[in-house]
T-cell receptor
Framework: DAKTTQPPSMDCAEGRAANLPCNHS???????VYWYRQIHSQGPQYIIH???NNETNEMASLIITEDRKSSTLILPHATLRDTAVYYC????????????FGKGTHLIIQP | DSGVTQTPKHLITATGQRVTLRCSPR?????VYWYQQSLDQGLQFLIQ???????AKGNILERFSAQQFPDLHSELNLSSLELGDSALYFC?????????????FGPGTRLTVT
């Protein structure tokens, strides 16, 4: 059972903001939203995570809706090196576990 | 560079054989995770160890086993290999064993079974 829904692919022009949506309508109150990306068969890379509040780090911003049923990852100034598959993952509940990767969104940055 | 190292980078072996993949976590990380990525199954969680103890199991086959040693490095043993075991195997590490935490992935080992 998929916990998240993401568009299979998206394009974005270099230098523009890339906004990647994720639906997680069945998220529980103690579950976090994580974003990872994988650049062409490299190891996945952690980007950001959040619980309720919006979060920002040096890589990206994470906007979580008030009802927590969806979120958006924002890459503020996309570069060609941001071309990758982006995975939105919901997990938590106080216990450790492995990440459950869906199919993700293949983001292609166009020059 | 995530700080997680994996050896070897590539491995080619025959069906029925046994191989060992090795992972060294980031300095200070106590948890190690193993993942398999194949073309048809995507990225799948196999198993997690925390400070030497098995902590969580995912879709790991009985032919596969893992362990984490006192120095915190981990090994994934794959035996009676089949063609379908050909995949990228990633190791990841994290500081603790409970939320929230981020996992840092190694560069992977590409296993080809012929």
């Amino acid at each position: 059972d998929a916990k998240t829904t993401q568009p299979p692919s998206m394009d974005c022009a270099e230098g523009r903001a890339a906004n990647l949506p994720c639906n997680h309508s069945t998220i529980s109150g103690n579950e976090y939203v994580y974003w990872y990306r994988q650049i062409h068969s490299q190891g996945p890379q952690y980007i950001i995570h959040g619980l309720k509040n919006n979060e920002t780090n040096e890589m990206a911003s994470l906007i979580i809706t008030e009802d927590r049923k969806s979120s958006t990852l924002i890459l503020p100034h996309a570069t060609l090196r941001d071309t990758a598959v982006y995975y939105c993952i919901v997990m938590g509940g106080g216990g450790a576990d492995g990440l459950t990767f869906g199919k993700g969104t293949h983001l292609i940055i166009q020059p | 560079d995530s700080g997680v190292t994996q050896t070897p980078k590539h491995l080619i072996t025959a069906t029925g054989q046994r191989v060992t993949l090795r992972c060294s976590p980031r300095s200070g990380d106590l948890s190690v995770y193993w993942y398999q990525q194949s073309l048809d199954q995507g990225l799948q969680f196999l198993i997690q160890y925390y400070n030497g103890e098995e902590r969580a199991k995912g879709n790991i086959l009985e032919r596969f086993s893992a362990q984490q040693f006192p120095d915190l490095h981990s090994e994934l043993n794959l035996s009676s290999l089949e063609l379908g075991d050909s995949a990228l195997y990633f190791c990841a590490s994290s500081v603790g064993q409970s939320e929230p935490y981020e996992q840092y992935f190694g560069p992977g080992t590409r296993l080809t079974v012929t």
